[in-house]
């Protein structure tokens, strides 16, 4: 008869004996922690692999004998588990963090010879911690993972015999135990082929354990329902429907249900533009060159082909889209543009790789953000210099300047006169103020104070516009008081 030897372990200053035949045997209560220094740092396992370590203790301290992964938990070792490794008293501690999804309830079964326990983020769900000789016993529980990232360890003594142990975890997947819904999926990608005019979606793994198939649904814009596409267990589908037009945008989205019938939510919503489009535009006008640039947000996805800059123009009497050119970029400045305080209409168009283009009315759009409606600042002085008159007033002199421009067709908005001594070169301004439209002329007059000590006023007028350009000035003239 195999006899088990005496032995005995000192755990946080705690020691059982348990009578195992005529022998008595020491247990330990609880397993040491492992000293972060011990575990091989450079050992990484692939995602939900366990990393195993072995140690030639029960106490799982000092450093390990050997660091590996493991598949799975499943062994039955009849000698020294791993070299440098005792046949006996010796112990294996498994470790994995993995990404539990939704999370839900799920059973834990361990089954071993002598002592495992197992931990789910370092709380102790399983402990059978008992030399059983050479006969396995088993335990499960059943427990509810929180959602997200979990810690699963599997401490394993073997004190002498037969060494086995195993350990697994699964999902309960009936729905008398499983209400909680798997997470949406993520990582949902589209591409449009332009040639068949379909939509191909692809998505990322869900992290569900139990998860039964996927489905893909689509919605045109505009619209409030979803039409499902298909079931799948696959992680990518191209949708059958045939775009009709290339111009018609579709919201894509997709579903994860698991095997106890709990559907997700729908995953971000995607939305695909056969026709790409531009989202906006902008513009600003250079004075010192008279140009204009326009700036718009650049497409990226794969089915662009280029833009097309227009510009609204008069041709034959009429305003009409005029095409100034095609580019890649998503800039565009124009040939110099006339500053002559009017709006300019602009618009960009998208070709994709099929050869559809944006739509393309002949009629202004205040509202596509296409489309942009760019005011020009007035550049254009009036063109005519008033006529400038001068007599005497009460206070002095008498300085009058005269327009006689329709008022229909007046370009300016008032008069501004200015006076100086004669042979200095600066002007000071004596007037500047509209003119009373009522008037079937325009006019604007002061009364200056004179000079003095004989000398001498020259004086001269001008018409100025709500920009702030003014008109070439009159013609000087001079009086000597």
């Given at each position: 008869?195999?006899?088990?030897?005496?032995?005995?372990a000192?755990?946080g200053?705690?020691?059982?004996?348990?009578?195992?035949?005529?022998?008595?045997?020491?247990?330990?209560?609880?397993?040491a922690?492992?000293?972060?220094?011990?575990?091989?740092?450079?050992?990484?396992?692939?995602?939900?692999?366990?990393k195993?370590?072995?140690?030639?203790?029960?106490?799982?301290?000092g450093?390990?004998?050997?660091?590996?992964?493991?598949?799975k938990i499943?062994e039955?070792?009849?000698?020294?588990?791993?070299?440098?490794?005792?046949?006996?008293?010796?112990?294996?501690?498994?470790?994995?963090?993995?990404?539990?999804?939704?999370?839900?309830?799920?059973?834990?079964?361990?089954?071993?010879?002598d002592?495992?326990?197992?931990?789910?983020?370092?709380?102790?769900?399983?402990?059978?911690?008992?030399?059983?000789?050479?006969?396995?016993?088993s335990?499960?529980?059943?427990?509810?993972?929180?959602?997200?990232?979990?810690?699963?360890?599997?401490?394993?003594?073997?004190?002498?015999?037969?060494?086995?142990?195993?350990?697994?975890?699964?999902?309960?997947?009936?729905?008398?135990?499983?209400?909680?819904?798997?997470?949406?999926?993520?990582?949902?990608?589209?591409?449009?082929?332009?040639?068949?005019?379909?939509?191909?979606?692809?998505?990322?793994?869900n992290?569900?354990?139990?998860?039964?198939?996927?489905?893909?649904?689509r919605?045109?814009?505009?619209?409030?329902?979803?039409?499902?596409?298909?079931?799948?267990?696959?992680?990518?589908?191209?949708?059958?429907?045939?775009?009709?037009?290339?111009?018609?945008?579709?919201?894509?989205?997709?579903?994860?249900?698991?095997?106890?019938?709990?559907?997700?939510?729908?995953?971000?919503?995607?939305?695909?533009?056969?026709?790409?489009?531009?989202?906006?535009?902008?513009?600003?006008?250079?004075?010192?060159?008279?140009?204009?640039?326009?700036k718009?947000?650049?497409?990226?996805?794969?089915?662009?082909?280029?833009?097309?800059?227009?510009?609204?123009?008069?041709?034959?009497?009429?305003?009409?889209?005029?095409?100034?050119g095609?580019?890649?970029?998503?800039?565009?400045?124009?040939?110099?543009?006339?500053?002559?305080?009017?709006?300019?209409?602009?618009?960009?168009?998208?070709?994709?790789?099929?050869?559809?283009?944006?739509?393309?009315?002949?009629?202004?759009?205040?509202?596509?953000?296409?489309?942009?409606?760019?005011?020009?600042?007035?550049?254009?002085?009036?063109?005519?210099?008033?006529?400038?008159?001068?007599?005497?007033?009460?206070?002095?002199?008498?300085?009058?300047?005269?327009?006689?421009?329709?008022?229909?067709?007046?370009?300016?908005?008032?008069?501004?006169?200015?006076?100086?001594?004669a042979?200095?070169?600066?002007?000071?301004?004596?007037?500047?103020?509209g003119?009373?439209?009522?008037?079937?002329?325009?006019?604007?007059?002061?009364?200056?104070?004179?000079?003095?000590?004989?000398?001498?006023?020259?004086y001269?007028?001008?018409?100025?516009?709500?920009?702030?350009?003014?008109?070439?000035?009159?013609?000087?003239?001079?009086?000597?008081?």
């Amino acid at each position: 008869m195999h006899q088990k030897s005496l032995v005995g372990a000192r755990v946080g200053g705690v020691m059982s004996v348990v009578v195992l035949g005529s022998l008595l045997t020491a247990v330990p209560q609880a397993a040491a922690a492992t000293p972060a220094a011990t575990v091989a740092a450079d050992t990484t396992c692939s995602t939900n692999v366990y990393k195993r370590t072995f140690y030639k203790n029960t106490s799982f301290s000092g450093s390990p004998v050997k660091t590996d992964c493991d598949s799975k938990i499943s062994e039955s070792w009849s000698g020294k588990p791993v070299s440098g490794a005792p046949k006996d008293n010796f112990g294996v501690r498994w470790s994995v963090k993995r990404d539990f999804g939704s999370g839900g309830p799920f059973t834990f079964t361990a089954s071993a010879t002598d002592g495992v326990r197992v931990y789910l983020d370092g709380v102790r769900k399983i402990d059978l911690w008992k030399n059983t000789g050479d006969t396995a016993r088993s335990k499960s529980a059943d427990l509810t993972v929180p959602s997200g990232k979990h810690t699963i360890r599997v401490d394993y003594v073997n004190w002498s015999g037969a060494a086995k142990v195993a350990f697994t975890y699964k999902p309960r997947t009936s729905a008398a135990h499983d209400r909680t819904k798997p997470l949406a999926p993520t990582g949902v990608k589209t591409a449009y082929n332009t040639k068949t005019r379909r939509t191909a979606v692809s998505w990322s793994a869900n992290k569900e354990m139990d998860l039964a198939s996927y489905s893909l649904y689509r919605r045109p814009v505009g619209s409030s329902t979803w039409t499902k596409v298909t079931t799948t267990t696959a992680r990518s589908h191209t949708d059958p429907l045939v775009n009709p037009d290339d111009r018609t945008p579709y919201y894509y989205e997709v579903r994860a249900k698991d095997k106890a019938g709990n559907t997700s939510s729908g995953s971000t919503d995607i939305i695909v533009r056969p026709l790409p489009i531009v989202t906006s535009l902008t513009g600003t006008y250079a004075k010192a060159t008279g140009k204009v640039t326009l700036k718009w947000p650049l497409n990226k996805e794969p089915h662009f082909s280029h833009y097309t800059v227009l510009s609204n123009d008069i041709v034959d009497g009429r305003y009409v889209w005029v095409p100034l050119g095609t580019t890649k970029s998503n800039t565009w400045t124009t040939a110099p543009v006339i500053a002559d305080g009017e709006t300019r209409h602009y618009r960009v168009l998208v070709t994709n790789t099929g050869g559809t283009t944006t739509y393309n009315p002949n009629w202004l759009d205040a509202n596509a953000p296409h489309e942009l409606w760019l005011a020009i600042p007035d550049g254009i002085a009036p063109y005519y210099a008033p006529d400038l008159t001068l007599g005497t007033c009460a206070g002095g002199i008498q300085a009058t300047a005269i327009d006689y421009t329709p008022a229909p067709i007046r370009d300016f908005a008032g008069f501004e006169i200015e006076r100086r001594t004669a042979g200095t070169a600066t002007w000071s301004v004596v007037l500047h103020q509209g003119f009373d439209p009522r008037r079937d002329y325009a006019t604007a007059t002061v009364c200056d104070t004179p000079p003095t000590g004989g000398r001498t006023y020259e004086y001269r007028a001008r018409s100025y516009d709500a920009a702030g350009n003014y008109s070439p000035a009159s013609d000087i003239t001079a009086v000597t008081w």
